[in-house]
């Protein structure tokens, strides 16, 4: 697997991604998404309980997760679960939030800029300096 890291902000909440080239798929930090949909600090519990009702109802989405090293809150690098958009979108199914809806635009949204900026390697290039000038007003 050749993948990109990167986060993602929704709602000013990062959530930690890696985009993988060759199967041209997003994995999401599940616990992040977790996290933002249920609104607490550590989704990591949230998702541990859901993770075991899922399994108990033969949720095959469950089964199907990975795991990745992503950049934890520590500095360090740690296996995380993650989702595809498709499994994602399966999982937000799961969690009664308001943010759901939003969030799912959100997915489909990153997801076409990246489909996009690969169909046009110049709008990868513009968005990469919009995020530099951004981050150097916030500074």
């Known amino acids: 697997m050749t993948k990109k890291e990167a986060i993602k902000i929704f709602e000013e909440k990062k959530v930690r991604t890696a985009w993988d080239d060759e199967t041209e798929e997003w994995y999401f930090s599940i616990v992040d998404v977790v996290s933002i949909l249920t ?13 075991q009702r899922l399994k108990e109802e033969g949720n095959e989405t469950v089964t199907n ?4 090293k992503m ?3 520590d500095g360090k690098m740690r296996f ?10 399966r999982l937000i199914q799961s969690i009664p939030s308001p943010k759901a809806e939003p969030f799912k635009l959100w997915m489909a949204q990153t997801a076409k800029e990246r489909l996009d900026e690969m169909q046009d ?19």
Do not use: I
């Open 80 to 89: 995380t679960d993650v989702a595809t958009t498709e499994q994602m979108f």
């Open 39 to 51: 609104e607490s600090v550590d989704g990591r519990k949230y998702w541990n309980k859901l993770k």
């Open 121 to 139: 390697p110049a709008k990868e290039v513009l968005r990469l300096e919009q995020n530099k000038d951004k981050s150097n007003k916030e500074q």
């Open 65 to 68: 997760c990975h795991q990745l």
């Open 71 to 73: 950049l934890s809150a």
